[in-house]
Protein backbone atom coordinates (compact mmCIF):
# COMPACT_ATOMS: atom_id res chain seq x y z
CA UNK A 1 0.00 0.00 0.00
CA UNK A 2 1.34 3.69 -0.97
CA UNK A 3 0.06 7.37 -0.87
CA UNK A 4 0.70 9.61 -2.85
CA UNK A 5 0.23 13.42 -3.73
CA UNK A 6 -2.34 13.72 -6.32
CA UNK A 7 -0.85 15.49 -9.64
CA UNK A 8 -2.59 19.01 -10.57
CA UNK A 9 -5.20 18.75 -13.06
CA UNK A 10 -3.14 20.33 -16.19
CA UNK A 11 0.16 19.50 -15.15
CA UNK A 12 0.77 16.42 -18.23
CA UNK A 13 -0.85 19.11 -20.47
CA UNK A 14 1.26 21.90 -19.36
CA UNK A 15 4.27 19.75 -19.95
CA UNK A 16 3.68 18.96 -22.98
CA UNK A 17 3.35 22.54 -24.68
CA UNK A 18 7.04 23.18 -22.28
CA UNK A 19 8.36 19.87 -24.64
CA UNK A 20 6.67 22.02 -27.89
CA UNK A 21 8.13 25.01 -26.82
CA UNK A 22 11.63 23.07 -27.24
CA UNK A 23 12.25 21.79 -23.83
CA UNK A 24 14.28 18.54 -24.15
CA UNK A 25 14.25 17.00 -21.31
CA UNK A 26 11.86 16.90 -17.96
CA UNK A 27 13.27 16.22 -15.24
CA UNK A 28 11.63 14.92 -11.93
CA UNK A 29 14.25 14.98 -9.04
CA UNK A 30 12.54 14.09 -5.90
CA UNK A 31 12.76 13.11 -1.92
CA UNK A 32 9.82 10.31 -2.55
CA UNK A 33 10.74 7.12 -2.55
CA UNK A 34 11.40 5.76 -6.21
CA UNK A 35 8.44 3.65 -6.97
CA UNK A 36 5.87 6.71 -6.12
CA UNK A 37 8.44 9.00 -8.48
CA UNK A 38 8.30 6.03 -11.52
CA UNK A 39 4.52 6.06 -11.58
CA UNK A 40 4.15 9.99 -11.10
CA UNK A 41 6.92 10.04 -14.20
CA UNK A 42 5.11 7.36 -16.64
CA UNK A 43 1.88 9.33 -15.98
CA UNK A 44 3.79 13.00 -16.36
CA UNK A 45 5.84 11.37 -19.42
CA UNK A 46 8.93 12.74 -18.15
CA UNK A 47 12.18 12.25 -19.27
CA UNK A 48 13.54 11.19 -16.00
CA UNK A 49 12.74 10.38 -12.60
CA UNK A 50 15.20 10.02 -9.43
CA UNK A 51 13.80 9.77 -5.98
CA UNK A 52 14.94 8.90 -2.62
CA UNK A 53 17.50 12.20 -3.32
CA UNK A 54 18.69 14.56 -0.38
CA UNK A 55 18.83 18.50 -1.24
CA UNK A 56 22.83 18.12 -1.97
CA UNK A 57 22.13 14.73 -4.18
CA UNK A 58 19.77 17.37 -6.31
CA UNK A 59 22.07 19.94 -6.29
CA UNK A 60 24.84 17.19 -7.24
CA UNK A 61 23.04 16.50 -10.31
CA UNK A 62 21.91 20.06 -11.45
CA UNK A 63 25.92 20.41 -11.62
CA UNK A 64 26.46 17.55 -13.68
CA UNK A 65 23.68 18.71 -15.73
CA UNK A 66 25.55 21.77 -16.25
CA UNK A 67 29.16 20.41 -16.83
CA UNK A 68 27.97 18.68 -19.86
CA UNK A 69 26.88 22.03 -21.07
CA UNK A 70 23.15 21.75 -20.51
CA UNK A 71 20.66 24.87 -19.61
CA UNK A 72 19.10 23.99 -16.85
CA UNK A 73 15.64 25.23 -15.68
CA UNK A 74 14.91 23.98 -12.13
CA UNK A 75 11.79 24.44 -10.11
CA UNK A 76 10.79 24.29 -6.72
CA UNK A 77 9.20 25.78 -3.45
CA UNK A 78 10.81 24.60 -0.81
CA UNK A 79 14.02 24.98 1.70
CA UNK A 80 15.39 21.80 0.59
CA UNK A 81 15.28 23.16 -3.12
CA UNK A 82 16.87 26.13 -2.75
CA UNK A 83 20.65 24.79 -3.52
CA UNK A 84 19.13 23.68 -6.67
CA UNK A 85 17.43 26.92 -7.62
CA UNK A 86 21.02 28.90 -6.44
CA UNK A 87 22.86 26.41 -9.02
CA UNK A 88 20.77 25.97 -12.35
CA UNK A 89 20.79 28.45 -15.08
CA UNK A 90 17.46 29.77 -14.02
CA UNK A 91 15.70 29.04 -10.68
CA UNK A 92 11.91 29.09 -10.64
CA UNK A 93 10.32 28.79 -7.39
CA UNK A 94 6.47 28.76 -7.09
CA UNK A 95 4.94 31.98 -4.78
CA UNK A 96 3.61 29.81 -2.42
CA UNK A 97 6.87 27.63 -1.15
CA UNK A 98 9.35 29.44 0.92
CA UNK A 99 10.82 32.43 1.34
CA UNK A 100 14.33 31.19 1.22
CA UNK A 101 13.35 29.57 -2.06
CA UNK A 102 11.70 32.58 -3.38
CA UNK A 103 15.04 34.44 -2.52
CA UNK A 104 17.35 32.12 -4.38
CA UNK A 105 15.67 31.55 -7.38
CA UNK A 106 15.70 33.89 -10.80
CA UNK A 107 11.80 33.75 -11.12
CA UNK A 108 8.97 33.31 -9.20
CA UNK A 109 5.37 31.81 -10.26
CA UNK A 110 3.35 34.57 -8.17
CA UNK A 111 0.04 32.20 -7.98
CA UNK A 112 1.79 28.82 -8.01
CA UNK A 113 -0.18 28.26 -11.20
CA UNK A 114 2.30 26.23 -13.31
CA UNK A 115 0.27 26.72 -15.91
CA UNK A 116 2.18 30.03 -16.25
CA UNK A 117 5.52 28.56 -17.04
CA UNK A 118 5.29 27.49 -20.20
CA UNK A 119 3.38 31.23 -21.03
CA UNK A 120 6.48 32.56 -19.50
CA UNK A 121 8.27 30.54 -21.71
CA UNK A 122 6.62 31.45 -24.82
CA UNK A 123 6.62 34.49 -23.75
CA UNK A 124 10.13 34.83 -23.69
CA UNK A 125 10.85 33.47 -26.84
CA UNK A 126 8.75 35.73 -28.74
CA UNK A 127 10.01 38.54 -27.01
CA UNK A 128 13.88 37.16 -28.01
CA UNK A 129 12.47 36.93 -31.39
CA UNK A 130 10.40 40.46 -31.34
CA UNK A 131 13.82 42.16 -30.42
CA UNK A 132 16.09 40.43 -33.37
CA UNK A 133 13.39 41.78 -35.51
CA UNK A 134 13.44 44.61 -34.05
CA UNK A 135 17.05 45.02 -34.55
CA UNK A 136 16.69 43.86 -38.40
CA UNK A 137 14.77 47.08 -38.88
CA UNK A 138 16.56 49.46 -37.33
CA UNK A 139 19.76 48.40 -39.02
CA UNK A 140 17.76 47.80 -42.49
CA UNK A 141 16.51 51.74 -42.30
CA UNK A 142 19.88 53.25 -41.40
CA UNK A 143 21.72 51.37 -43.95
CA UNK A 144 19.30 52.50 -46.97
CA UNK A 145 19.56 55.24 -45.41
CA UNK A 146 22.99 56.11 -45.72
CA UNK A 147 22.82 54.60 -49.63
CA UNK A 148 20.99 57.13 -50.11
CA UNK A 149 22.68 59.95 -48.66
CA UNK A 150 26.22 57.95 -50.39
CA UNK A 151 24.76 56.61 -53.53
CA UNK A 152 22.15 59.06 -54.36
CA UNK A 153 20.90 62.58 -53.74
CA UNK A 154 17.32 61.18 -52.89
CA UNK A 155 18.05 61.69 -48.94
CA UNK A 156 18.54 64.75 -47.23
CA UNK A 157 18.03 65.58 -44.07
CA UNK A 158 14.20 65.99 -43.68
CA UNK A 159 13.55 63.05 -46.08
CA UNK A 160 16.07 61.21 -43.34
CA UNK A 161 14.03 62.32 -40.11
CA UNK A 162 10.97 61.24 -41.83
CA UNK A 163 11.69 57.47 -42.31
CA UNK A 164 13.77 57.48 -39.16
CA UNK A 165 10.86 58.50 -37.19
CA UNK A 166 8.76 55.68 -39.24
CA UNK A 167 11.04 53.23 -38.36
CA UNK A 168 10.93 53.95 -35.09
CA UNK A 169 7.03 53.45 -35.24
CA UNK A 170 7.50 50.16 -37.02
CA UNK A 171 9.56 49.05 -34.16
CA UNK A 172 6.86 49.68 -31.55
CA UNK A 173 4.39 48.75 -32.70
CA UNK A 174 6.58 45.26 -34.12
CA UNK A 175 6.90 45.30 -30.13
CA UNK A 176 3.11 45.89 -28.98
CA UNK A 177 2.60 42.39 -30.78
CA UNK A 178 3.48 40.74 -27.92
CA UNK A 179 0.90 42.46 -25.93
CA UNK A 180 -1.65 40.00 -27.07
CA UNK A 181 0.47 37.29 -26.63
CA UNK A 182 -1.11 33.73 -25.83
CA UNK A 183 0.12 30.27 -25.54
CA UNK A 184 -1.11 28.08 -28.86
Known amino acids: MGIRDQIREGVKKDLQKLKSLGVKN ?31 DKAEYIKKLKEEGQV ?4 GDGVNDSPSLA ?6 AMGS ?14 NS ?6 HAVGLT ?8 QNIIIAIGVVLVLLAGVFFSDWVN ?3 GMLVHEASILAVILNGMRLLGYSIR
Open 157 to 159: MSI
Open 26 to 56: LVMLSGDNQGTVDIVSRELGLTEAHGNMLPE
Open 125 to 132: KSTARNML
Open 72 to 75: VAFV
Open 113 to 118: DFSRLP
Open 97 to 110: GTDVAIETSDVVLM
Open 87 to 92: LADIGI
